[in-house]
């Protein structure tokens, strides 16, 4: 049985220190897999991950949770381990083999096992539920299985000898490839000797492409992907065209009925009253109900969009599909990084809306994404814990994403804050708020704000949903996601389609006199990640495999905290544009 495997390639590593209290990243770069540059008879090294499961993917445990033998070498030159990379419950455990760089080793015997009660019903229940394992040499991951069930069902096999075929272009390895050989039957006390062999070959594959085979653009690149985006561009174009044509032509028609002159270009004329969205010029700009938990989401929205917009730009930029854990690496880099940018909105805001409160605003700023994320990870490591699985993140690394939050993340967004209060937090409404808010008047069902949050989410939505699909595989199946291009050109369509929908959604809010458009220009756009959360459901069900309690909750739990983060996102475009739209139409017409 023939597998080979490989996607990551990594030149450095983010490190996480804890000197005097404080954590810092650090980059390091070390020899061997980490230069990966070798002399002749070099030591390279097998390093065993994790082993699971087929079909639940982010079900892992250690390698050697299962009674595997190690080889008889105990000593390596080099080990190292990323914060991503303990989050993403990547374990690597020296294998033992001893492997030289261009040097052949024939068929050799590294350790035996005798298959006692325990070891057996172990390696029966592995190759009964189709377990597969991951190494890697030089960064390049290999997967091999277990073992196979025999023809009935009633016996069980197990792959006992490990051929490695590893081709090498002048200092680099550029392909890894293993053969599972040698079938044994598994029987109680019985003994299996374990062996391997490395076979080394020149290769004429370049270093900077030893990973394309792995890629898989048919899939990726496939028509319904041009399609996908051809179809969610070819939407922007005609809400574009809509918005601009009808909500402009509605608007010209509000300016000349509110006019009492003739000539409805002169806009800087005295307005009449009648009815419509002027009516509550004096309540428009009022804050929004429970403005510290709003300023905090704008806030965190901002951060969010920064970090989703500048993780694709890089990724595009630097193929980071080759190294392991960089993706997460670069993330969490750039949200602790942006803190300024969380506290310089959310805390501008706030003042705007002529809150005192900025340091418990602040606080809920600095820690909500954090506080939701962290919640719902050691919920699931609870789980993880209990399954002994790999993806259990240990005490240390709590302390220190505990330490990044007080330490660095706060002292960030404080700074985003004391200026944004300095420089932006002035109001500065084109129109005058009234002591007394104008009682809101009785409105058709469809134009409540709760329907039209429901339903602002719908086209946004239907612009992404194809895209959805290519990324929850990537993600939960065995896909290398590589096609950031896409991600970004749907990432630019997603807003424009869910800002072009909010604006109209708060035009028809504002006409019926419903002044609460902040709230519900929010929720308009981050209803959509309600319909993401809900697609996920079907792809759960249709589209995978899965099951047991660890998969569910882990599949269902991080599903939530993407489609959560996607609403805080999508919900402070649609604000941000709405806001733009209501200060536009306001500062165009001259109040009484």
């Known amino acids: 049985m023939r597998t080979g495997g490989g996607n990551r390639r990594s030149i450095g590593a983010d490190r996480l220190s804890l000197l005097v209290g ?13 230069s990966h540059i070798y002399k002749e008879k070099e030591e390279v090294v097998l390093w065993m991950n994790t082993v699971g499961p087929y079909h639940n993917r982010q079900e892992t445990y250690s390698y050697f ?25 990547v374990e690597l455990l ?6 030289d760089f261009k040097a052949n080793m024939s068929k050799t015997k590294y350790c035996e096992i005798t298959l006692t009660t325990e070891k057996y019903q172990a390696f029966e229940y592995a190759v009964k539920n189709h377990y597969w394992y991951q190494m890697y040499i030089d960064d390049l991951p290999i997967w091999g299985i277990v073992g196979e069930i025999g023809k009935g069902g009633d016996t069980f096999y197990m792959w006992t000898h490990k051929k490695f075929d590893i081709g ?20 109680p006390n019985a003994k299996i000797d374990f062996t391997y062999e490395v076979i ?21 690149q496939h028509r319904i992907h041009w399609f996908s985006i051809f179809n969610s561009f070819m939407m922007v174009i005609f809400l574009v065209g809509l918005v601009s044509m009808i909500l402009m032509r509605t608007l010209r028609k509000d300016y000349a009925r509110y006019s009492k002159e003739e000539d409805v270009d002169e806009m800087d004329r005295d307005l009449g009253d009648e009815y419509g969205w002027k009516q509550v010029h004096g309540d428009v700009f009022r804050p929004a109900a429970h403005p510290i938990l709003f300023a905090s989401l704008i806030g965190s929205g901002y951060q969010i969009a920064a970090v989703a917009l500048l993780t694709i730009v890089i990724a595009m930029i630097g193929e980071m599909y080759t190294e392991r854990g960089s993706f997460l690496s670069t993330a969490i880099f750039i949200y602790v990084a942006s803190g300024p940018i969380n506290g310089y909105f959310g805390g501008s805001l706030y003042c705007k809306m002529g809150g005192k409160l900025w340091i418990k605003q602040l606080l809920i700023g600095a820690f909500l994404v954090p506080v939701l994320v962290c919640g719902t990870a050691f919920f699931i490591n609870f789980i993880a814990i209990y399954y002994h699985a790999s993806r259990a993140i240990q005490f240390s690394i709590m302390v220190a994403i505990a330490c990044i939050c007080l330490f660095v993340i706060l002292p960030l967004n404080l700074i985003g804050t004391i200026v944004g209060r300095n420089w932006a937090g002035h109001p500065n ?4 708020v009234n002591a007394v808010p104008r009682p809101i008047p009785e409105k058709k069902w469809y134009m409540e704000p709760g329907i039209i949050s429901v339903l602002g989410g719908i086209l946004p939505f239907g612009s992404i949903f194809i895209e959805m699909y290519f990324v929850f595989t990537s993600f939960w199946a065995y896909k290398i996601y590589y096609v950031y291009g896409f991600m970004l050109l749907v990432f630019v369509i997603l807003a424009v389609v869910t800002v072009c929908v909010t604006i109209v959604c708060t035009y028809f809010l504002l006409n019926a006199e419903d002044y609460r458009w902040q709230w519900t220009s929010f929720m308009a756009g981050a209803s959509t990640a309600g319909y993401v959360y809900i697609y996920s459901f079907y792809y759960f069900f249709f589209k995978t495999k899965m099951y047991g309690l660890f998969q569910t909750a882990f599949y269902f739990g991080y599903m939530a905290l993407f489609s959560l983060a ?16 209501v200060r536009k139409i306001y500062s165009t017409v001259k109040i009484d």
């Open 200 to 220: 080394w070959q020149a290769s004429p594959i370049k270093f900077a492409d030893r990973f394309d085979k792995y890629l898989d653009p048919n899939f990726f």
């Open 168 to 187: 090498y272009n002048g200092e680099h390895i550029v392909d890894v490839n293993l053969t599972s050989e040698a079938k044994v039957k598994l029987e």
């Open 94 to 99: 020296f294998s033992g083999l001893d492997i």
């Open 566 to 581: 996607l609403g805080i996102m999508c919900g402070t475009v649609s604000y941000v544009g709405s806001s733009y739209f």
């Open 22 to 34: 404080i954590c810092l990243f650090v980059r390091t770069i070390s020899a061997d897999e980490h």
């Open 65 to 89: 949770s299962l009674p595997f033998c190690e080889g008889p070498k105990k000593d390596i030159s080099h080990h190292h381990e990323t914060l991503s990379e303990a989050l993403q419950g």
């Open 429 to 432: 409404f084109p129109c005058r």
